[in-house]
């Protein structure tokens, strides 16, 4: 990979003065970052590191739900996020592999917004707020397509306050070679209705299924979406499956997650 | 090049790296600790599993300088003080956990992590445990009784198969 000046600050007051430079990008973990600069996809010219930053580090109870700093790895969420937000935390235990967790962080990850990461579903599903080191941007606004965000050049995620639902799950099938997800579903239901957010399965990255949240806001049963379909014209298709199996696949995990919430 | 200086094994150590030096290449080429191993080099295999302030993570997939003062434990640190090998280690040995031995390293790592999360696992949280890590030759059954012997347990019980 090329090389690169690497900066670690210790406060989001002074990430945002070395982000200001030219060529100058976040790292966070790098559980993906590095695999693409290793390919020469990224090549920055100063990498910020974000995980010095105590501020942005944790878990804990706050105003509007959930509060997980931006640089806390998942295997810290998958045990403290456990009994406010069971749901959540299972779904950060299963990201990768222990190594993995113990590296990765839900900024990095909602910052990158790969179209099979698992938590932009959670935050899509829960209709979090994510906020930057400039503003606050609400779950519907923030993920604009595969690998796209509303995050602006050198913007990066301090933190992801989660509304923590009355029922909850999230259902992977997993594509066992990497531990993304093939397809994979969030729904949550909160007193006023029902999100369903799904992962892995479109071209056009996370996306809710607002067929099944009006059904299921209408009845939280299986019955309620059994008639519905989902349309493959904008699945992606590859070895691992094709678009046909990745929509049916949304139908049979979005079934499976309203039977585990709880 | 700056001066990188971090804890392996319980001693202060620096050495020179660039920015984009990984950890894995900081500790074989810098310090000469060859006993973390590059397998995939796309953090998959977990052949260059180490531990940093007592967490496994592929150090392949890190950046040295990220990890400058923290302390990392590798392979080379998991003998007793008088030379014998360590209790993970020697469970592999009277269980046949290795053949080639490449991914070895990787695996005593791992299993040294989860035995101090878990330090009575089932079969499952073993397997399931070590799912990042990769091994071609043993079909896992004899590493997974290893990590069953060196928490204690009767590794005999496991089935056969």
Known sequence: MHNFEFVKPSSIADAVKALAAEGAQPLSGGQTLLPTMKQRLAAPEVLVSLTGIAEMQGVCMGEGGLHVGAATPHAVVAREAAPSYPALAALAGGIGDPAVRNRGTIGGSVANNDPAACYPAAVLASGATVVTDRRRIAADDYFQGMFTTALEEGEFITQVIFPVPQAAAYVKFNQPASRFALTAVFVARFADGVRVAVTGASNNGVFRWEEAEAALSADFSTAAISGLSVSDADMISDLHGSAAYRANLVKVLTGRAVNAAH | ?161
């Open chain 2, 1 to 161: 090049m700056t001066k990188v200086t971090m804890t392996v094994n319980g001693k202060s150590v620096s050495a020179e790296a660039e920015g984009r030096t990984l950890l894995v290449n900081y500790l074989r080429e810098g310090l000469g600790l060859t006993g973390t191993h590059v397998g995939c080099d796309t953090s998959q295999c977990g052949a260059c599993v180490v531990h940093v302030d007592g967490k496994a993570v592929k150090s392949c997939t890190v950046f040295a300088v990220d990890v400058a003062g923290s302390d990392v434990r590798t392979i080379e640190g998991m003998a007793n003080a008088d030379g014998s090998l360590g209790v993970v280690q020697q469970a592999f040995q009277d269980h046949h956990g290795l053949q080639c031995g490449f991914c070895t390293p990787g695996m005593v790592m791992s299993s040294a992590a989860l035995l101090a999360e878990n330090p009575r696992p089932t079969e499952a949280e073993i397997r399931h445990y070590l799912e990042g890590n990769i091994c071609r030759c043993t079909g896992y059954h004899n590493i997974v009784k290893a990590v069953l012997a060196a928490s204690g347990q009767d590794a005999g019980a496991m089935a056969a198969e």
